[in-house]
């Protein structure tokens, strides 16, 4: 079973509102999450790492104005994309790290966004 | 920047054909280097990975080695099936295990396969 799970899957949003997306690890804590975003044919590109009780670290060319990232507990991450465009429209995805188990990381199912 | 190329797909094969999966990358240090398999509807999962050079990974038939001197780390497999059909990922991390940092990845191939 899903080991980080995304929510929603899908979601349609209306220009200029704003939306959040959970990123959960469901069975192990995750000091670190990490937000991907994916447009169509092109990589997945990093957008932020998640840090649990500070602040994100977000990569070069991404608003922390518009994508909001909250770490508030060990298992919770959520992105919200705020007054969305039709440009926001994209591939969502997150992965935690689990920290001792080979360190391997674990992505979530991916969330697709479309503003409307 | 740390880069990785993989070949664009869609990928078509039939049923028992054996499979080569392109991947070459560009980092600064000694990266760890990974496959992600992502099936219609799922999350990506990690097929193999392998974090110096000459390590093969494997794992459910499939194969990498990781070739310092060419830069790359080409997935095979000798024989696929129907149930492999899925969009595949090769990644690096200059991070050992990539905990503490993101990965990067290619654009991903699709992987199509016929009875």
């Known amino acids: 079973g899903a080991v980080v799970s995304q929510h929603p899957s899908w979601v349609i949003c209306k220009s200029g509102t704003s939306v959040k997306i959970e990123c959960r690890s469901l069975d192990f804590q995750a000091t670190t999450m990490f937000w991907y975003r994916q447009f169509p044919k092109q990589s997945l590109m990093l957008m932020a790492t998640s840090n649990e009780g500070s602040k994100a670290t977000y990569e070069q060319g991404v608003e922390k104005d518009k994508f909001l990232i909250n770490h508030a507990s060990l298992t919770l991450s959520t992105l919200t994309v705020t007054s969305a465009h039709p440009e926001d429209s994209s591939f969502y995805i997150c992965?935690?790290?689990?920290?001792?188990?080979?360190?391997?990381?674990?992505f979530g199912e991916g969330s697709w966004l479309t503003v409307v | 920047g740390d880069s990785v190329t993989q070949m664009e797909g869609p990928v078509t094969l039939s049923e028992e054909a054996f499979l080569t999966i392109n991947c070459t990358y560009t980092a600064t240090g000694y990266p760890s280097l990974f496959w992600y398999v992502q099936y219609p509807g799922e999350g990506l999962q990690l097929l193999l990975k392998?974090?110096?050079?000459?390590d093969k990974g494997s794992n459910k038939g499939f194969e990498a080695t990781y070739r310092k001197e060419t830069t790359s780390f080409h997935l095979e497999k000798g024989s696929v099936q129907v149930s492999d059909s899925a969009v595949y990922f090769c990644a690096l991390s200059e991070n050992s295990g990539g905990g503490a940092d993101g990965l990067t990845f290619g654009k991903g191939t699709h992987l199509i396969i016929q009875p």
């Open positions: 392998a974090t110096k050079a000459d």
């Open positions: 992965s935690a790290p689990r920290v001792g188990r080979g360190n391997t990381i674990y």
